[in-house]
């Protein structure tokens, strides 16, 4: 089984400013990692797949980088509705596995 | 427009079986790779089952021989039977759908969840 490594757990930031968060996989998944939102009360939501294209209605100040073992989720300016759990995925290896989760907080 | 809801939660004995369902519109459950993620209180994502349009399921380990899942094609709607239900086995279940048919992908579409409380 493929292990999701998230970091860092939390990550307090203010709006207008940038967010990166990290996922990394126990072996190479290349490209094949979606990243999900998740806000308090509601389901994730899909925001990146193949690890950089972002998913229908998804604001171009979410991109997603990377391939191979390291993986990147970058917010450019933190808006007020961005703050939330988000989640990374593979979908190379079976099982598919989910990180364990960033919590981006307002500091 | 898709849409996907979740319902049949409660609260249920250890032991004891419960039945969730996700009712579908905007596709068709009979065509589409189908999954039930659960969430356990404050904690991350986990995949449970999966059923392909050919009527093929998987299981976690952790619920093998204890969850199924069903299709009710006329309803558009799947189901997940959960026995001998497990302390363990609350959280939110959440009713996908695969990006494409194949399970090896990620999911584009989420039902809102239902809470499934085991508990004496």
């Known amino acids: 089984e493929i292990v999701m490594t998230q970091s860092p757990v939390t990550l307090s930031g203010r709006p207008g400013e940038r967010a990166t968060l990290s996922c990394g996989a126990s072996q190479s998944i290349s490209s094949n990692l979606a990243w999900y939102q998740q806000k308090p009360g509601q389901a994730p939501r899909l925001l990146i797949y193949g690890a950089s294209t972002r998913a229908t209605g998804i604001p171009a100040r979410f991109s997603g980088s990377g391939s191979g073992t390291e993986f990147t989720l970058t917010i450019s300016t933190l808006q007020s509705e961005d703050f939330a759990v988000y989640y990374c995925q593979q979908y190379n290896n079976w099982p598919l596995t989910f990180g364990g989760g960033t919590k981006v907080e307002i500091k | 427009e898709v849409h996907l809801v979740d319902s049949g939660g409660g609260l249920v004995q250890p032991g004891e079986y419960m039945t969730i369902s996700c009712a579908v519109s905007g596709f068709f459950v009979t065509t589409n790779h189908m999954a039930w993620v659960r969430q356990a209180p404050g904690k991350g994502l986990e995949w449970v089952a999966v059923?392909?349009?050919?009527?093929?399921?998987f299981y976690a380990d952790s619920v093998q021989g204890r969850f199924f899942v069903s299709r009710d094609n006329s309803k558009n709607k799947v189901d997940l039977l959960m026995k001998r239900l497990r302390a363990e086995d609350t959280a939110v279940y959440y009713c996908?759908?695969?990006?494409?048919?194949?399970?090896?992908?990620?999911?584009?579409?989420w039902g809102q969840g239902t809470l499934v409380t085991v508990s004496s």
């Open positions: 996908t759908k695969f990006s494409s048919n194949t399970f090896m992908d990620y999911f584009d579409y």
């Open positions: 059923m392909n349009p050919g009527g093929n399921t």
